[in-house]
């Protein structure tokens, strides 16, 4: 009895008890992905969205401060995890080349759905992957929409990249090409700020729906089996409350007020 006490009681501290050398999580994500995530302003490290409501969420159940701050372009925050100089990437789809460098926390946070955005005025008969082939294309640099499709559009598609979210959009605008691939909540976002959602349209046939994940570095000091497991137990939780649709919410709203 006495036995079955001390391991309940192990299971409810929280994480900065059991693991003294990992008091303070450092994260990231892609600032260029409302209403999940986006970056307060030009000189701003603080990133808003419903990730960061997430995160807050996970760092009070784990005990631990979690710093969630803008450190660069995704790229750039893909590449700080590899190296270990973060320890989280606060939303990421799942790919092979990236499991090499980072744990995946499952479950899933959110689902999210990926559309071929075209101008309304261009608008072309789509139902599946190969109906893009023979046509021009543009998604942001360092993206990827599943292990699947990255490897098809690799060999099937002629797809630009883009150094920005907006940049890619106003391509697809002003005719450079002819469909432009990114996820339908952030894409939306930024067209309605630049005030082009009434010229573009997703097409009803999605490229596909992700899982995105939390994830954390394999290089990371704070990788245990201990804490990969509570952050999994974590996210359990706020699955059963239905959190994440909330913060979502929220996100949209935020997003909303800030380009008002």
Same mark, same amino acid.
């Given at each position: 009895m006495l036995l079955r006490f001390v391991l309940l009681l192990l299971a *409810? /501290?929280? /994480?900065?008890s059991l693991s003294e050398e990992c008091r303070r999580l450092t994260a990231s994500g892609n600032s260029e992905y409302p209403p999940y995530l986006w970056r307060a302003g030009d000189d701003s490290l603080e990133m808003l969205g419903a990730i960061p409501k997430l995160m807050d969420y996970v760092s009070q159940q784990l005990g631990i401060e979690i710093v969630l701050k803008y450190v660069g372009p995704w790229g750039r925050v893909q590449e700080d995890v590899a190296e270990g100089e973060i320890d989280l990437i606060a939303g990421a789809f799942y790919t092979v080349p990236r499991s090499y460098r980072m744990d995946y926390i499952r479950p899933a946070f959110q689902k999210t759905r990926t559309a071929v955005w075209v101008?309304? +005025?261009?608008a072309f008969p789509y139902q599946q992957w190969s109906d893009l082939q023979g046509r021009s294309g543009v998604t942001v640099i360092n993206n990827s929409f599943g292990q699947a499709f990255d490897e098809y559009a690799e060999h099937h598609l002629n797809i630009h990249e883009a150094v920005r979210l907006n940049q890619g959009l106003n391509m697809l605008l002003g005719g450079r090409v002819e469909y432009f691939i990114y996820e339908d909540n952030p894409a939306r976002a930024? +067209? +309605?700020? *630049?005030g082009? /959602?009434?010229q573009i349209e997703a097409l009803d046939v999605p490229i596909g729906s992700e899982d995105l994940f939390l994830t954390i570095s394999k290089k990371s000091d704070c990788n245990t089996p201990e804490l990969r497991q509570k952050l999994s137990d974590i996210l359990i939780s706020a699955q059963q409350q239905e959190l994440m649709a909330q913060y979502l919410k929220q996100g949209i709203s935020e997003w909303e007020a800030r380009t008002q």
């Open positions: *409810l /501290l929280p /994480l900065s101008r309304k +005025a261009g930024y +067209a +309605a700020e *630049l082009i /959602l009434d």
